[in-house]
């Protein structure tokens, strides 16, 4: 993929407040070629007053008719998304880790955006067994059809990096995936969050056209310092 070709742009960002969105959110106010970066979240970004290039909008995703002639951008960026066990149930996982990307995405197409960056996960698949892969297949599926001019997909493996939370399958993961990392195949070796957010900060400023899916060796390749 060629290097940062893009003018000035303004960027949607949704999950600017979670692991990856946050370091999207600084390599985003880091560059240049970002005119505007508008964050829709559902609680205001902490220390968000002081980027004056940053347009932090605290919203109800439950209630897009009230947010939804907010997202004219260029690019827009999703990096949202929950587990089942903070959303409760299977269901109200889907309405944010579907639900909530698709409204956003068919809103942004609407406004004007020419490329729309997904962060998804490794073994998204709609014809999976698993929920959480099928749910996240049927999502790249669904912004894939919608008829953006580009689309881009990352499709990370565990992610590593400090989250203020504590979730038990992760840490396991995350001290395995270290120990073991010389026996384990680059693309499902965890990466870290700051990684996923420079390929996806990359890949926005290289705008190329037409769509792809970046897996995880992919994605710690393009991200690399
Ligand atoms: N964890 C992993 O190892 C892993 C691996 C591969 C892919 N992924 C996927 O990568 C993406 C980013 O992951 P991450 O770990 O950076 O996520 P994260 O830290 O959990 O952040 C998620 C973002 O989504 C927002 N969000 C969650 N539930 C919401 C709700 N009900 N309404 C509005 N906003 C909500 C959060 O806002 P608040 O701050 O307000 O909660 C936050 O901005 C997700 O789609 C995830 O599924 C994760």
Sequence with gaps: MSRPSVEKRTVLLVGATGLVGGHILRLLLEDETCDRVIALTRSAIAGGEDFSRLDNRVVDFERPLEWLDQVAADQAICALGTTIKKAGSREAFRRVDFGYPLTIARAALNAGCRHFLLVSAMGADANSRIFYNRIKGELEAAILALGF??????????????????RAGEVVGQVLGRWLAFAIPKRYRPVHARTVAAAVVRTAAADASGNRVLDSDAIAEWGAD
Excluded: A, C, K, N
């Excluded at 001019?149 to 504590?166: M, Q």
């Design 149 to 166: 001019t580009r689309v881009s997909i990352f499709r990370p493996s565990l992610l590593l990096g400090d989250r203020r939370e504590f």
